[in-house]
């Protein structure tokens, strides 16, 4: 009878999902952080602890890692994010972040057995991992490994592999990857030529190599 209460007991825990908070593992510049249920910001340091609905801001030239779990998020200059969720089980994990501003970038690695959600949603759409490191702007997305399902406010959702990229478009749909790699592809549009209009090939060609440009 005690083994069985016992296996019982051992099988609800795998199922209990408990609260888990994050550390502010290095930072540069100017660091805020704002905690649940706090009127105001405060400076943030080395080795500070960071829960859920915790608002992290970043100011020109600063530079914060956050590691939650097995994700690692480097909050680059000018950002604002929120943390909206962070829980975990024994078998898995579940971070969700509000990019209100700015831009990030993630790597996650979770252990063997262990199933990590890792979800990024900003104004104008949402990146969710399948695989283990991204950056995101608040419309623009540059996958470094893995695959990342991305979602437009228009509510189409494509995957984007490891190297590829792509964007929130006006209607608020998203890119196909396949379409910005053969847009770098093309030969330079001849002198003279007016882009305002937004030609899409020398869209697609600037934001991509602003991602590329700047990520660490």
Do not use: W
Not at 119 to 129: D, G, H, I, M
Request: with cysteine; hydrophobic share 40%; charged share 15%.
């Amino acid at each position: 009878m005690k083994r069985t209460v016992a296996a019982i007991i051992f099988l609800l825990a795998g199922f209990c999902v408990f609260a888990q908070n994050g550390t502010i593992r290095e930072l540069s510049g100017i660091v805020e952080i704002k905690k649940p249920g706090s009127s105001s910001y405060v400076a943030a340091k080395a080795g500070d602890q960071v829960s859920q609905d915790t608002i992290i801001s970043t100011a020109l030239k600063s530079v914060a890692m956050v590691e939650i779990g097995s994700a690692v998020i480097l909050v680059q200059p000018l950002t604002r994010l929120s943390l909206t969720e962070i829980s975990a089980s024994a078998s898995s994990e579940t971070i969700n972040i509000n990019l209100q501003t700015g831009r990030v970038r993630v790597d996650v690695n979770p252990p063997a057995g262990l199933k990590a959600s890792m979800t990024v949603t900003s104004p104008s759409a949402t990146a969710s991992v399948r695989g283990t490191s991204f950056d995101l702007s608040t419309q623009n997305l540059y996958v470094q490994h893995g695959s990342v399902s991305f979602t437009g406010n228009r509510g189409n959702s494509l995957l984007v592999n490891t190297g590829s990229d792509s964007q929130v478009k006006t209607d608020g749909s998203v890119v196909d990857p396949l379409d910005t790699r053969s847009g770098r592809l093309l030969p330079p549009l001849p002198a003279g030529v007016d882009t305002r209009a937004g030609a899409p090939v020398e869209t697609f060609r600037s934001n991509g190599a602003i991602i590329i440009d700047i990520a660490y």
